[in-house]
């Protein structure tokens, strides 16, 4: 999914924001700076008609696509951006925010169990 929502106390009324740069799920988020981080996630294209080896007659079968790209929204400018690709991607990880970096930690790579972590700086734009 590409959506995104805001939710304004105000109102107590759920808001769209306009659509991310890119579809994904299994993302991690994190705030900082005034601005709102969505990491890493899986895209989940469908592939009709893709036959795929030990599959059983009439199973969906689905490719995944780990993603580098984490992007982030701008509540000033009411738009996302797209960030320097991460190092490697992750999938189901969580996020925080501390000292105005990002740090992601865990999650699956490529089908894979992570016990690594990986640290954005939003001012110098750079993955550590």
């Excluded at 469908?46 to 969906?60: I, M, S």
């Excluded at 990880?93 to 501390?98: D, S």
């Excluded at 972590?117 to 550590?128: G, L, N, S, T, Y």
Aim: proline share 9%; net charge negative; aromatic share 14%.
């Amino acid at each position: 999914m590409d959506s995104a929502e805001k939710f304004n106390p105000r109102t107590k009324q759920w808001e769209m924001l306009p659509s991310m740069c890119m579809p994904r799920r299994a993302c991690a988020t994190a705030s900082t700076g005034g601005k709102f981080y969505v990491l890493g996630g899986v895209d989940v294209p469908r592939f009709g008609g893709l036959e795929e080896p030990g599959a059983q007659e009439g199973q969906q079968e689905w490719l995944f696509q780990d993603k580098y790209c984490p992007e982030c929204f701008d509540p000033v400018l009411n738009q996302w951006e797209l960030l320097p690709p991460m190092n490697r991607p992750y999938t189901h990880a969580a996020a925080t925010a501390l000292g105005g970096f990002i740090y992601v930690f865990g999650g699956l790579s490529f089908g894979h169990v992570l016990d690594q972590a990986q640290r954005f700086d939003p001012i110098r734009r750079q993955w550590e």
